[in-house]
């Protein structure tokens, strides 16, 4: 049985070390909901093949672009482009 003090505790919010059988329901509420669950299979397959391809492009361009930013590191390093200012 628990006390008055622990039951006067809960409710006003104390630590959830003191109760215990509630600490479930603390760490549940305080996760996000999962906005998929509700979606189809089919629905969450395409949805995850879209992002997957995304994600992909992204980084195919993101890679584009350090490659040009390497290119011209060590052309300046080298020598062989001057200090153009074109921020």
């Known amino acids: 049985m628990i006390s008055r003090q622990k039951k006067a505790d809960c409710a006003a919010g104390a630590s959830t070390?003191?109760?215990?059988?509630?600490m479930h329901l603390v760490k549940t509420g305080q996760m996000p909901l999962n906005k998929y669950l509700e979606d189809t299979g089919v629905k969450l397959v395409n949805r995850y093949v879209?992002?997957?391809?995304?994600?992909?492009?992204l980084i195919d361009e993101?890679?584009?672009?350090?490659?040009?930013?390497?290119e011209a590191i060590v052309a300046m390093q080298n020598g062989r482009i001057g200090n153009n200012k074109r921020e």
Do not use: G, N
Request: aromatic share 0%; proline share 4%.
């Open 50 to 57: 879209e992002k997957s391809m995304e994600k992909k492009r």
């Open 17 to 22: 070390s003191l109760m215990p059988k509630r």
């Open 62 to 70: 993101m890679d584009a672009e350090l490659e040009l930013l390497k």
